[in-house]
């Protein structure tokens, strides 16, 4: 089922008279079959919540999280009930098990920064971000998905990655290099690009630049394996 506008801002509405706050903000919509929506939100005294919509019991439950300027949410290919939630430009990000209510705080790379966006393996074992360094070079960092120890890294091949997907059934990633950054007291503006990398090997495969079109940047894609 694919919800019309009207049934999402129906929702939108639902959520805020159950007493999250005035302020709701929509951040990420997920579900392959569009039984839950997914919102963050924060209320009147600015304390953030992660709240979900059962279509089914057109009930709703929320989880106070501590990240800070939640970006996106991911679920793990394994159990539908397990998400994180990635900042942007922020060094903490969170796992929420919504059936057994377990949270547990993930920490980014040594002194690096998560940026918005992450992907689980196809078998679910792995969890890679795309984390930048102070000096905004990228690189994808690859995580266990049960202790979300850090097991290996590799550069992204550009600056400031954002968005990135699998494609060729997983064994490339083609990652969103931003280049851009523009956060509190910190201004960068680097080449944007495009690049593919042998997810086995970690090698650069292809890169597109877009010097042709100034003042352009890319952020999020959309891919099919």
């Known amino acids: 089922m694919v919800l019309s506008r009207r049934q999402f801002t129906q929702k939108l509405g639902i959520i805020t008279l159950a007493g999250i706050g005035s302020s709701v903000g929509l951040m990420h919509w997920i579900s392959s079959d569009f039984e839950r929506v997914h919102f963050m939100a924060k209320d ?25 300027r939640p970006h996106s949410v991911i679920f793990s290919p394994l159990a539908k009930s397990k998400m994180v939630i990635l900042p942007r430009f922020h060094k903490y990000a969170e796992m929420i098990n919504i059936e057994s209510r377990e949270t547990k705080s993930i920490r980014s790379y040594k002194n690096y920064y998560f940026y918005g966006h992450g992907r689980f393996s196809r078998d679910g074992k792995y969890l890679f971000t795309a984390e930048t360094s102070k000096s905004m070079t990228g ?53 944007s690009s495009l690049t593919y990398v042998d997810v ?14 100034p003042g352009l940047n890319i952020q999020h894609l959309s891919a099919e394996e």
């Open 139 to 191: 690189f994808i960092i690859i995580r266990d998905a049960v202790s979300y120890r850090v097991i290996d890294k590799f550069p992204s091949y550009g600056f400031v990655p954002h968005d990135f997907h699998f494609i060729e059934q997983g064994r490339t990633l083609i990652i969103a290099n931003n280049g851009i950054i523009a956060e509190k007291g910190i201004s960068y503006d680097f080449e």
């Open 200 to 213: 086995q090997s970690y090698r650069l495969l292809e890169k597109e630049m877009i010097d042709d079109y």
């Open 44 to 68: 009147l005294r600015q304390n953030q919540y992660l709240i979900i919509y059962e279509e089914q019991t057109k009930g709703f439950s929320k989880f106070l999280t501590p990240v800070v």
